[in-house]
């Protein structure tokens, strides 16, 4: 998580693609490449990680696969930066999309391993631990990431960046080597669903479990924040008039709410249960619209950024855990492929809508208030029709 930092879809890669010459219509999935990438394969790959003793082995495989990427984005620009930037750009906005695509091949058996591993009374706090890590050495990252593109601007000082975060996240890699499986029970034949029998549970899931539709429903209607904060850090720039080296700033920014969000989110999750987080998401968030809307100079802006990394890990915090809680261990693979492919059509459409808004010259400010309707709606959701899983257990 470190080292992606160095290319945050968020505060980085924004700026790294405008710069390279990337269009509206790009910068509008660029926060949410990696997410897509994690959508759509757990609906293919639930059946078979609910029929495997041993998941260690698959990990390890997609693991060194979803880490490959980065390297590849940092050979094209140092080797492809200065005589062909259209392949460059398109590498650079590759490589979180095949990240993600590696990493949710297996993100069903990472999730019951960690399932397993962290006790129910800690995942909020347990997941809020592993976020405060990474996002205080983000921190840092952000003062490294506006120093070295103050030194070395441009493509150069990018591909620097992704052959960080390749150091990085390699090194994460060779610590996970070192993890020991919890011993984990594969369904019964009796249960094994093939790809059509997966679909059919997911349309039946979501016609007959009432509770699990309305949280699907709240977390598409969030998917609406996704209209704004791709273009956030490009807006900042130009409403500001500052190099794309003030998108470190921005990260430490972003990651140092990050700290604020997880540190609250681990406290109420596991006091209050993970809904009481995700509704302090959505509040969060609102609160960030309204100050993108007033907003004029560089201190708001990185005040807006600092909420933003609240919201960020607040969310993360409340919709890992309440998909792990709700889905009692067993089906957990089957119910985050659901959750997943809902949320993949969600973002797809928010990201269509906001470029085809974006190409007939719509401002930002209606991309704010846009997003702040459909966290407002998901906060209604939340509130009168969502229950805790823990409490309804």
Request: hydrophobic share 55%; aromatic share 12%; glycine share 10%.
């Amino acid at each position: 998580m470190t080292g992606i930092a160095f290319v945050s879809q968020d505060s980085i890669l924004p700026g790294i693609v405008h710069q390279l010459g990337g269009s509206d219509a790009i910068l509008a999935f660029i926060p949410m490449l990696m997410m897509m990438g994690f959508t759509l394969p757990p609906l293919l790959t639930a059946g078979w990680i609910e029929r495997q003793g041993r998941l260690m082995p698959m990990l390890r495989f997609f693991g060194l696969l979803q880490r490959l990427p980065f390297l590849l984005a940092a050979l094209a620009l140092y080797g492809l930066g200065s005589s062909h930037p259209k392949i460059v750009l398109w590498a650079v906005v590759a490589c979180p999309a095949l990240s993600g695509l590696m990493g949710g091949i297996t993100i069903g058996a990472w999730m019951r391993v960690t399932s397993r591993t962290v006790p129910g009374k800690r995942r909020s706090s347990g997941m809020a631990l592993r976020n405060l890590i990474a996002a205080g050495m983000g921190m840092v990252v952000g003062v490294w990431v506006e120093k070295m593109l103050l030194y070395f601007p441009g493509v150069k000082g990018f591909a620097l960046l992704h052959g960080i975060c390749f150091v990085f996240v390699m090194a994460s890699y060779l610590v996970f080597l070192l993890t020991e499986e919890p011993h984990v029970d594969p369904l019964p034949p009796e249960h094994h669903k093939s790809f059509t029998q997966q679909l059919k549970w997911m349309f039946r899931t979501l016609k007959v479990d009432v509770p699990f539709r309305y949280y699907i429903s709240s977390r598409m209607l969030n998917s609406f924040i996704f209209a704004t904060i791709p273009f956030m850090a490009v807006y900042v720039l130009g409403m500001t008039g500052r190099p794309e080296a003030f998108t470190g700033r921005l990260l430490s920014c972003q990651m140092g709410g990050a700290i604020l969000g997880n540190m609250f989110g681990g406290w109420l999750g596991d006091r209050h249960g993970c809904r009481k987080v995700l509704l302090a998401a959505r509040l969060a968030f609102m609160a960030l619209g309204l100050l993108l809307l007033f907003a004029q100079s560089a201190t708001a802006f990185c005040a807006a950024f600092v909420l933003w990394g609240g919201t960020f890990g607040l969310q993360n915090i409340g919709e890992q855990t309440f998909l792990v809680e709700f889905a009692r261990d067993k089906a957990l693979p089957s119910y985050m492929a659901v959750a997943a492919f809902v949320q993949l059509i969600s973002v797809l459409a928010v990201g269509f809508l906001s470029s085809a808004l974006r190409a007939q010259g719509v401002g930002m400010s209606v991309l704010v208030l846009l997003s702040m309707s459909g966290a407002f709606l998901s906060l209604l959701i939340l509130t009168f029709k969502v229950t805790d899983p823990r409490v309804s257990a």
